[in-house]
């Protein structure tokens, strides 16, 4: 959902992020996880009546998000980790959105790397490569790790896990080298603006006296 967040914010308000990297990012939630279609007009219908009914029939997402066995307990034991099945208008949303993305990829511009597991079953990997080919961003990488799953940050093997971090560190440290980042140019403008206005002061209105 993350991902998901980080794009419609960057429609709204274009210039609000430097960059973006994208693990996973839910463009479009995997048809494995999804209910049948009438199934889903069912409940879409239902959700206006009893929004907070949590009878969504889908797949345990831990089981098939997290791949480490000791991870996967790890998460199973944390209290603030909802195991529940989602909530009516809940999953609405998210479908609503994922749907949004997936019709307007076109209208990504900022620069982005976008990484996703081959065997994910949670969001489409293949949306991902739809999205490396279809943004309108000039800076734009994506990975595609096979054998995968969903959760490459904190689910996988360790030794996959290490393969991850080092592609998107590396992807960060090459824009983020001094002059290279906005926050960088911006300050650069500023103090060019400021030394200006030392070397050739305003005229103050008892100057022409």
Request: net charge negative; with cysteine; aromatic share 8%.
């Amino acid at each position: 959902m993350g991902g998901a967040v980080v794009l419609l914010l960057h429609r709204k308000m274009p210039e609000f992020w430097d960059g973006a990297v994208l693990v996973a990012p839910m463009c479009k939630i995997a048809d494995d996880l999804k209910p049948n279609p009438l199934v889903i007009t069912f409940l879409t219908r239902l959700a206006a009546i009893v929004p907070t009914w949590k009878i969504v029939p889908t797949e345990d997402i831990i089981e098939a998000a997290v791949r480490d066995p000791e991870r996967k307990k790890e998460v199973r034991a944390n209290p603030y980790w909802y195991t529940g099945r989602p909530r009516l208008k809940t999953a609405n949303e998210l479908l609503n959105a994922s749907t949004d993305l997936e019709k307007r990829l076109n209208e990504v511009t900022l620069p982005f790397l976008v990484i996703h597991g081959g065997d994910d079953r949670v969001t489409d990997p293949a949306i991902s490569k739809q999205l490396y080919e279809t943004a309108s961003s000039t800076d734009k990488t994506f990975k595609l790790y096979e054998g995968m799953w969903h959760a490459l940050t904190y689910g996988e093997l360790p030794e996959n896990i290490d393969i991850v971090f080092d592609d998107v560190i590396g992807w960060l440290d090459e824009r983020s080298s001094e002059g290279n980042s906005r926050l960088e140019r911006e300050r650069k403008t500023l103090e060019d603006k400021d030394a200006g206005s030392y070397e050739n002061p305003p005229l103050s209105p008892m100057s022409s006296i």
